[in-house]
């Protein structure tokens, strides 16, 4: 879970605004995301003046303008979410790369169904480009590339290099030089991945990477495919494209191994499919982990205002057992849609 999702998840308190909407990546249709935007924060203020005062409406509404004031829709993705609550002086968006249903959404906690399905159905990941002379590092959603990182980054060996002596000392030598600058490189990593503990996709030649591995402090978090090559001078872009499918049949053969643990579950005895069932035991703190099918997006315009209005009914009462469920230090897992069909879209495992 990122540190942003865990920071959302503890916030309780009155007029907490959740702005969901589709953008798009490229012109002109990313043109149009600026005015959709600007309408759901439109309806957020119309929604709000009924609740609460003057002042507290133009308190929230400048947070949200300033908010909206921020966002370069050039840099977007296939949606946006926005994050608002004056009282608190919380002001944040996340880009994401998954369909979601354009809405506004008020309440004594975020809406964060969104946030956990993508974090559930996309990869968020880390990209190290590893060669014996210099390291670089980018950040990577899905096919699309978020940034690459300056600072420590790239990262060059200047030092680390044998100098001339007989064979097999000067061989000896540079493995330690190599272990040294791997060891360093390794560090710079994991000082970037305090705040959001992303897994680390590895992009070097096959003799480079199991040596990393051998050095790395936190081993669990490198993924056990890499890509192997020396792409020191390659695009960034072109690098993510490269590992995108490698990592997409990663992320396949994950949900299904999260789908038989639902199975084994069935078999132990510890899984309940009943909503009402599963409310009561997400209220008794006793759901591990809670199982919801993904719901397919329409496309844009393809749902009439009434047909939003009553999906987002549909979704609430999943959303609330959502978050109760995070509150108890539960799971969410969010599998294709049609996966749960035997289970009616839901299902819990329970911890005993």
Known sequence: MTQKLKMLQDVNAKNCITIALNTHRTLPDNQKDGILLKN??????NKLKDTVDKKELDDTMKVLQDLESQIDHRHNLESLLLFVNAEKNISEYVRLTIPVQNQVDIADHFALRDLLRAEALETHYLILVLTQHKARLLEAQDDALIQEYGGDFPYENTEYFAI??????NAQRQTSLMQEFFNRTDKFVNNIRKEQKLPVFIVTEEENYGDYLKIADEKESICEVYL?????????????????PIMK???????????????????????????GEIKRAIEEGRVQTLFLEEQRAEAEGGRTEEEDEQATANIQPYDDLLHQNLKFGGKAVFLPAGQLREFQGIAAVTRY
């Open 164 to 169: 001339p002596g007989p064979e097999a000392a």
């Open 228 to 244: 192997n090559g020396n792409y020191e001078d390659e695009k960034a872009a072109a690098i993510v494209r490269e590992v995108w």
């Open 249 to 275: 049949k990663e992320t396949e053969k994950k949900q299904a191994a999260k789908f038989q643990s639902l199975q084994d579950a069935v078999g132990r005895g510890t899984f309940l499919s009943d909503p």
């Open 40 to 45: 759901l924060i439109k309806e957020a203020e």
